[in-house]
């Protein structure tokens, strides 16, 4: 996955298309904090006001020594101010926090969609709780940075341009004396935030490697009962929660320990400023009033006490950036597998597949096809045999083209399967897999899966194809029954004959049964089996099964081993040859114990 060189640019760029908000959201901000920060200078020239002085930094408001008028002024200007206060704070507040829901949203929806583009390679790289991590607690994570942190940045730096200029008006020497500990505080901030850093990396990684092992754990809870292996899986959540935990303390160890030593520096720099300060004042020196020594040490204390706060928006930044650094070193890691544009020529394909001395390779560099060679006309079905790891499935993929070939090429009509828009190819393959997944949901939902505005007459009759129609029909609520998650309402055999129906329904050129009777009973197989040529009628099919008697009205069957075809033709002509088609057979049927 390629991480992004400056997460938090990046999380920027993807913001320009808020633009607008974002603009008025710091604007209001940077308006809000202006006024947040004219008390100090209100109490300053009301104390000089009322001992009869007029400020150094303005002039009088009337111009003359009216001081009632002068309190009347200032007392109305307050109301002002704090109104405009709160305007601007109702502002900034309504856009920063519709901002950060909608790029929450759109963000993890964009993550999602990446994801689900990318190749099935990815899924087996990544655990599913690490992903799941980046769509939820990752996108969540740059929510609350939105919401809050942003603008805490932003009023942060108006605070001490604003008060700079304020302080400085007053005295540059009293200015300059209580910022000494700034240039310590932002050295130690800088150093605190490289090491605090990779603390926030594996407290990402830890809480994906968390959310892995708690997603496991669900999803097998079949598995751990029957095992009676609870004590085992506890103590492994229990390990995977420890270190998630103990990752927070090594941060905790250092976040906690950051105020405290920036507030003596502060306290350090404020009370030698005062202390000139007063001074000055007991001596009739520097030029200055009583009000704008009030107004310097509110300003500072303004100023230096936030400085605090830099602590726990280095820790928001952090964890944002490691969140945005996942988020988008997803989104902008190219996919393996190319999608070329739709293309016209895709638009009805007729379903004649070739594999053109086709090799295969996962990523551990262990061949499993060896130069594939084979032909299936539009129309004919092809029977696919052999034991356990020859190649049956991966076939498939291929042809799905969930991977890409190593080696050679496949050609549905005669095009380049890398040459065609992944959507316009999957779509005329239908697909019955050994491994039946069904979502949470009605059974009429799950048979037509995928398609839109399929009548519940169709539904029915391919339900009835699939053998599946007579068990939906004595349900309660029959197609709205709930089949659970993972179809776990189901049993097996039902779930493949839902799949069934499924892939009748979708009516594709090209039909793939990878072991689609290997979880149903011999009663129902032979039902199946009763209607395999209609359900194949006119479609190119591609079946592959252990049990060799789903496979006896197929047009050839090809025998694979290690990733070659070592026997081909009709299932009495591989009989005759007595190899190991032969003795499968034999075995299948008794002949061989």
């Not at 492994?236 to 030593?261: G, H, W």
């Amino acid at each position: 996955m390629i991480e992004p060189s400056s997460p938090m640019l990046r999380l920027f760029q993807y913001m320009e298309r808020y633009y607008t908000r974002l603009s008025i959201g710091v604007s209001t901000s940077i308006l809000n904090k202006v006024a947040d920060l004219m008390p100090p200078l209100l109490v300053g020239w009301i104390i000089d006001t009322l001992g009869n002085n007029t400020p150094s930094i303005i002039s009088s408001s009337t111009g003359s020594n009216d001081i009632w008028t002068n309190m009347i002024f200032l007392s109305a200007l307050i109301v002002i101010i704090f109104a405009i206060e709160s305007f601007f704070e109702w502002l900034y507040h309504y856009y920063f926090l519709t901002l950060a829901q909608d790029v929450q949203h759109d963000l993890r929806t964009d993550a999602y969609t990446k994801l689900q583009s990318r190749e099935l390679a990815y899924y087996e790289e990544n655990r599913t709780g690490n992903l799941m991590a980046m769509l939820n607690d990752d996108v969540n994570q740059l929510e609350r940075f939105l919401n809050t942190s942003f603008n805490d940045i932003i009023q942060l730096i108006v605070l001490f341009i604003f008060s700079g200029i304020v302080l400085f008006g007053i005295s540059w020497q009293l200015a300059l004396l209580s910022m000494i500990p700034i240039p310590l505080i932002l050295m130690g901030s800088i150093y605190y935030q490289k090491i605090i850093a990779p603390k926030y990396r594996v407290i990402r990684e830890t809480v994906g490697q968390l959310s892995s092992r708690l997603e496991n754990n669900i999803s097998g809870i079949l598995v751990i009962k029957s095992f009676t292996a609870e004590k085992f899986e506890s103590q492994r959540v229990e390990k995977a929660s420890a270190d998630y935990r103990d990752a927070n303390f090594k941060a905790i160890k250092l976040s906690t320990l950051y105020v405290p030593l920036i507030r003596m520096f502060i306290a350090l720099g404020f009370a030698g400023a005062m202390l000139v300060a007063g001074y000055w004042i007991t001596h009739g020196k520097g030029g200055i009033t009583l009000g704008e020594i009030t107004i310097f040490g509110m300003m500072v204390q303004r100023m230096l006490w936030p400085v605090t706060r830099l602590g726990r928006l280095f820790d928001e930044f952090e964890r944002a950036r490691a969140s945005a650094r996942r988020v988008f070193g997803l989104m902008d890691t190219p996919n393996q597998i190319d999608n070329p544009a739709p293309n016209k020529m895709c638009a009805a394909l007729k379903g004649e597949i070739a594999f053109n001395q086709v090799e295969f390779h996962y990523s551990n560099q262990l061949p499993i096809l060896r130069k594939l060679s084979f032909e299936v006309a539009a129309g004919e079905s092809i029977g696919i045999a052999g034991t356990t790891g020859a190649g049956k499935t991966t076939l498939i993929k291929l042809l799905l083209r969930l991977y890409d070939v190593t080696g050679g090429s496949i050609t549905i009509d005669g095009t380049d399967l890398r040459s065609m828009n992944l959507q316009q190819l999957r779509r005329h393959i239908a697909l019955v897999s050994q491994d039946v997944y069904l979502f949470h949901g009605t059974i009429a939902e799950n048979i037509a899966y995928g398609m839109e505005n399929v009548s519940m007459e169709a539904i029915k009759e391919a339900s009835r194809k699939a053998e599946f129609h007579s068990f939906v029909k004595d349900l309660p609520d029959q197609y709205d029954a709930i089949v659970g998650e993972r179809g776990i309402k189901l049993s097996g055999g039902q779930r493949q004959r839902l799949s069934i129906a499924r892939a009748i329904l979708k009516n594709a050129p090209i039909l793939i049964l990878d072991e689609a009777t290997s979880s149903v009973d011999t009663e129902t197989e032979r039902a199946i089996q009763s209607n395999l040529n209609q359900l194949i009628q006119g479609k190119t099919a591609l079946i592959i099964a252990h049990r060799l008697s789903t496979l006896r009205r197929a047009n050839k069957i090809l025998v694979l081993k290690e990733g070659q075809i070592i026997e081909q033709g009709t299932h009495e002509d591989l009989l005759h040859q007595e190899g190991i088609y032969a003795d499968l057979w034999k075995v299948q049927i008794g002949e061989i114990i």
